[in-house]
């Protein structure tokens, strides 16, 4: 028994010791090296798209820490067997299967779209520290020595692995300075924020901003190295001095995931900066039937826009600034796509280093790949925000508010209705262009009981939200959001 614990307990600890030498590695020249991140991201690439809106839906924002732990706890799983089989005289068997991991991870690092060849340095430097430990702690030793390697390796793991993930936090911000906007925005038309508490801010801060992306590892690409390769009918390649010179433009802009559920919370409101990609796509020329502008960012993520929505005029955009300071790291620092009307994953790319002019016949985006529509304009939506879900009301006077978005169409109308009676016009908020969300409210005169609001909103092409529930996959969910609340 007394052996049988301390051979688990090697295993375990040889996986701890590979995991601290391969964060330790990463961390010292990048960060997206690490194993565990490289098989996370390898894991989500795979997943099939079922599963992964069931994670999202499950997880929310959560569901990178939950694959993070599930990843670390199948190796925990997996060395404490191999210390086991070790613990019965196989050692080097199981010394074998620990390298083995590593060497697994290094597989799964040399088919990352962004990697270099040195990033399976990491796992393949775990795959060495695993198996090492795992002889040194099994081989047949004093029980004092025994107990001291438990303890040394025990304690070089933590200090690995606190320093492998230190150099993450760094601010590369702080270098880019934004230009005047040649054309700055409109000044917000007065009562566009309408400012009733529980109701989104009309400008989302950037800290609040959602965030949706596949990068267990935010890319940090540096400023000074950071160009945009550009290939049309010839290949431009812009530094950040170039785009800045390139007279930007300012908007506010409301983005929206494809995977937002009905009533849910990824959809956010900003003032962005940035040079229109019509200017930068007519420098490099397009070429006689490109439909698509596939854009690629620096941890080799793609999505693709349609050229001609890109061209007609609306404000599409390479944005390099957010709410007047330059780009969090986390929405796409130091460049990213902003284009009006299109949900996310088909015209947001953050941390983009490459656009290119091609066919959809040709090539195909991350999502479109995975199933999700090739055309994603954003569909009509409303939410309710004021009273929250299952809240206890006095009867009499209740102030309903929300926000409702068709972007690059504008909202045209926003109704609510109780317990499924007659629809009533709420009261729209100013704003400034079609392209962004727009608050609404209605009083209502409520009654003692339980109730049900509904909200539907009518863009200005006079359609309207329609009551079935569909979910997200493939092309964005539709339905009223309704929120139940007891007035007493
Ligand atoms: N590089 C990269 N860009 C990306 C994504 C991604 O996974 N990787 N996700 C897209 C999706 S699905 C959305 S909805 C928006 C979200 O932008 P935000 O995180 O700044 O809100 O980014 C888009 N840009
Ligand atoms: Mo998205």
Known sequence: MGRAVRAGGAGLLSALAALGGGELAAGAFRPQSSPVVVVGGTVIDLTPTPVKEFAVRTFG????????????????????????????????????????????????????????????????????????????????????????????????????????????????????????????????????????????????????????????????????????????????????????????????????????????PYVGNARWLGVPLATILREAGIPAGADQLLSRSADGWTGGTPVDIVMDGRDAMLAIGMNGLPLPAEHGFPARLVVPGLYGYVSATKWVVSLKLTRYADERAYWTERGWAVDAPIKTMSRIDVPAPLRRLRAGAVQVAGVAWAQHRGVAGVEVRVDGGPWHEAVLAAVPSPDTWRQWTWTWQATPGSHTLEVRATDVAGHTQQSSRVTPFPDGATGWHSVVVTVV
């Open 61 to 264: 924002t959560s569901d990178k820490p939950v694959l993070i732990g599930t990843i670390i706890a199948v190796l925990l799983g997996l060395a404490l067997l191999l210390g086991l089989l070790a613990g019965t005289g196989r050692r080097v068997p199981a010394a074998a299967g620990v390298a083995g991991l590593g060497v697994l991870g290094a597989v799964a690092t040399a088919t990352r779209p962004a990697s270099a060849p040195l990033d399976t340095v990491p796992s393949l430097l775990a795959a060495l520290v695993g198996a090492l430990t795992l002889l040194v702690l099994t081989r047949p030793a004093s029980p004092a020595g025994g107990r001291r390697a438990f303890l040394l390796i025990g304690a070089g793991t933590v200090a690995a692995i606190a320093a492998g993930r230190l150099p993450a936090s760094r601010a590369p911000s702080a270098k880019l300075v934004l230009p005047r906007p040649a054309s700055p925005a409109r000044p917000l038309p007065a009562g566009a924020d309408l400012r009733i508490p529980g109701l989104s801010a009309f400008v989302t801060p950037a800290a609040e901003f959602y965030r949706v992306d596949t990068a267990l590892v935010v890319p940090r690409p540096d400023l000074d190295g950071w160009t945009l390769r550009v290939h049309g009918t010839r290949t431009i390649e812009l530094t950040m001095a170039d785009v800045l010179r390139r007279g930007p433009i300012e908007r506010d802009i409301t983005l929206t995931c494809v995977s937002n559920e009905i009533g849910g």
